[in-house]
């Protein structure tokens, strides 16, 4: 894949794209890398979507554990090199088994899943597969992590989509091994 929107020369940007950059550069993420250099090129949308992002990885009503496989099981489905290396080893860090992710990462369900991360996993894939959740995955994820936790899992995964495909698009490379 070829790199169609490498990192802006700062010598290049303008004023709102350097506002941008020097705004995520302050923030949690300490720097621009992965999606944020494609969207740099549209600064007021990265600025939006940055602080959506910020609020769904740090801030959400759900645990690290259930957004990062979340956002694993998403990067695999849009086949995003980037934020699945980046979140793959985020969500075994977090405590997902290495097991489901090869799993994930093989496009099969996991044999064996923690009970929070099976209703994760379940809602995810019926999310992604028919645009919809039935009764019974709404219902228990409400009963684990409440309305607000059902929206917040939902954005995560439209938020992952999206930025997603702005890096499939640009051809962004996943990020280089340790």
């Known amino acids: 894949m070829i790199d169609r929107m490498p990192p802006l020369d700062p010598a290049t940007m303008d004023e709102a794209q350097r506002r941008a950059a020097q ?7 300490k720097g621009v890398f992965g999606p944020f ?5 549209s600064p007021e949308l990265m600025d939006r979507l ?11 009503a759900l645990p690290a554990r259930a957004s990062e496989l979340a956002i694993a099981i998403t990067a695999h489905h849009v086949k995003n090199d980037f934020e699945w290396a980046v979140h793959r080893p985020l969500a075994i860090r977090a405590g997902v088994g290495e097991e489901a992710m090869r799993s994930i990462g093989a496009g ?9 991360d099976r ?3 379940d809602f995810v894939i019926e999310l992604l597969r028919t645009n919809f959740v039935g009764d019974e995955p709404y219902r228990a994820v409400r009963e684990r992590f409440g309305e607000r936790g059902v929206v917040d ?4 995964v439209g938020y992952f989509i999206a ?6 698009v640009a051809g962004t490379p996943a990020p280089a091994s340790p």
Not at 108 to 116: G, K, N, S, V, Y
């Open 119 to 121: 209703l994760v996993h």
């Open 153 to 156: 899992l939902v954005a995560t």
């Open 163 to 168: 930025i997603s495909l702005v890096m499939n």
């Open 23 to 29: 705004a995520l550069i302050q923030g949690p993420r």
């Open 50 to 60: 940055q602080r959506v992002g910020e609020y769904l990885r740090f801030e959400s």
């Open 108 to 116: 099969e369900r996991p044999a064996r899943l923690e009970p929070d």
């Open 37 to 41: 250099i494609p969207l740099l090129r």
